[in-house]
């Protein structure tokens, strides 16, 4: 069974930083289409950030300038590296992985495989 496994998460104060990684298990991360997505507390689920097979990235506008999505091959991991936290950051956060394209999407049905979810929390 495919398991994408995430860890990273915590608590940090606003203007922090934190790097989230998933490793996934079946298959290498140089592949897919990788994205990160989140979910707050009574909020819907929100594409963060997109990476596709040719290394192109999207970013949702919130998080431009803040957070940056690259994958490792050598060590088969993708990353999230998260600086300049704010507490709207607050949420759970999961990779997802996807067929391979050539155009990154931050649209959840692009993707068959997630993460259980790290949780990431921002005081002010």
């Known amino acids: 069974q495919v398991q994408l496994v995430e860890s990273g998460g915590g608590s940090v104060q606003a203007g922090g930083s934190l790097r989230l990684s998933c490793v996934p298990s079946?298959?290498?991360?140089?592949?897919?289409?990788w994205g990160w997505f989140r979910q707050g507390s009574d909020k819907e689920r929100e594409g963060v950030a997109s990476?596709?097979?040719?290394?192109?990235?999207r970013y949702t506008d919130s998080v431009k300038g803040r957070f940056t999505i690259s994958k490792d091959n050598s060590q088969n991991t993708l990353y999230l590296e998260m600086n300049n936290l704010k507490p709207e950051d607050t949420a759970i956060y999961y990779c997802?992985?996807?067929?391979?394209?050539?155009?990154?999407?931050?649209?959840?049905?692009?993707?068959?495989?997630w993460g259980q979810g790290t949780q990431v929390t921002v005081s002010s």
């Open positions: 990476l596709d097979s040719g290394g192109s990235t």
């Open positions: 079946k298959f290498t991360v140089s592949t897919p289409t």
């Open positions: 997802a992985a996807g067929p391979g394209r050539w155009t990154p999407t931050l649209l959840s049905s692009a993707y068959n495989y």
